[in-house]
């Protein structure tokens, strides 16, 4: 049951996914949708399981959605995998995290590749364990010619030290000489982000009702339209996509200005 302060009304659970879909405009599909994927540690917890069970079906999500993204035409899905807070937790499941994402890579490359899907990942990857580190290099490498649709994972990821890591390589330019710091821009700083030639997220996407952005593409999110819904990510599928792509369509993006 959603909590009593939920801003988003309670009858939409009962709509069916078919009637949701029918609502979707496809000419206006977010180009690029963001995802926290929280809540599985509760997850696992309501049903008596160790906090990496959640992270496992977490992965089973992950699909389900992808799988949506492609179905829908989305070209870009940014999913926040291990920020760089994550370090705080238990050595046993963050390693554990790294063994699910090696294991996904393993598993899934082929098809994601066949699919046309190109992986690449943000963040402070050269810090990574080797085992990771090295699975997702060849991930990324191997699905470099895709096109079809980007999967960025961000993995030791903090949207803080990502503009720390830009403002630093802009000042080492201008302690050189190699630029005039009076051109620099928001362009020219946005070109410095992991996220260089990504178009920023149209759509956040927060499961588990927790309404805050978490360290997550904060320049890039400066107007996207956040969506949050008290379902926990590992029971985020299809029907929630849908349901967050036909709430999407119904703001209206005035990026500051006003409706003409
Ligand atoms: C937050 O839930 C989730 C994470 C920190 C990890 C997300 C990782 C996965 C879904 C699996 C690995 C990813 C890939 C790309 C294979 P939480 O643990 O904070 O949940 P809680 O707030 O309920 O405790």
Redesign the pocket.
Known sequence: MPPSFWPFGRSKDAEPEQSLIQKIDPHRIPQHVAII???????AKRRGLP?VA??RA??QS?RRVLETCEEFGIRYLT?Y???TE?WKRPADEVNA?FD??VE?LQRELDTLHDKGVQIRAIGKVSELPENPRKELERAVRHTANNDKLILN?ALNYGGRIEIVEAVKAIARQARDGQIDPERIDEAFLNRHLYTADVPDPDLLIRP?GELRLSNFLLWQSAYTEIWVTPT??PDFGRKEMIQALVDYQGRDRRFGGVKV
Do not use: E, I, K, T
């Open positions: 994927m929280d809540g599985n540690g509760r997850w906090r959640g992270h977490g992965v992950l999913v995998a291990f920020s994550n995290l699910l994402l996904y994972v588990s926990l990510w």
